[in-house]
C-alpha cells in the first residue's frame, strides 16, 4: 500500500483545513486508517482512526476533527475544525491491518503535509 497525504497549510485559529490520504491497492477497505501528528520537538502521537468498527478520536481533537473515507475512491480525510496553535503539525496517515492506534504497529504511511495554525 502505498499513501499520499495532501490538503496541508496555513490557516487561522478557528479556521478549517480538509486533509486527504490518497491509497493505492485494492485492498484498502480492509485496512484501519489512522491519522497522526508531530509537531517540532515533540513525538508522533495519535490523532484519528477508522475501519469496520467505526471512528476513534485522540481526546485533544474530539469534537472538532472528523475522519471519514471512501473506499471507492481509496481515499480516507481528516475533517479539522476550531483549529488551534497547539494543532500545528506535520499530518502522517498510516494503514494498518488490525485495530489499533499505536503508531509503530502501523505499517504503510504517507510522506506528511504540514498544517500550520496562526494566532
Known amino acids: 500500500v502505498q499513501l499520499q497525504a495532501f490538503g496541508g497549510g496555513l490557516v487561522q485559529a478557528g479556521g478549517s483545513l480538509r486533509l486527504s490520504c490518497a491509497a493505492s491497492?485494492?485492498?484498502?477497505?480492509?485496512?484501519?486508517m489512522g491519522w497522526f501528528r508531530q509537531a517540532p520537538g515533540k513525538e508522533r502521537e495519535y490523532v484519528a482512526r477508522?475501519?469496520?468498527?467505526?471512528?476513534y478520536y485522540a481526546d485533544s481533537v474530539k469534537g472538532r476533527f472528523t475522519i471519514s473515507r471512501d473506499n471507492a475512491k481509496n481515499t480516507v480525510y481528516l475533517q479539522m475544525n476550531s483549529l488551534k496553535p497547539e494543532d500545528t503539525a506535520v499530518y502522517y496517515c498510516?494503514?494498518?491491518?488490525?485495530?489499533?492506534?499505536?503508531?509503530?504497529?502501523?505499517?504503510?504511511w504517507g510522506q506528511g503535509t504540514l498544517v500550520t495554525v496562526s494566532s
Open positions: 477508522i475501519n469496520w468498527s467505526g471512528t
Open positions: 498510516a494503514a494498518r491491518a488490525g485495530p489499533g492506534r499505536n503508531p509503530v504497529e502501523y505499517d504503510y
Open positions: 491497492g485494492r485492498t484498502f477497505s480492509r485496512y484501519t
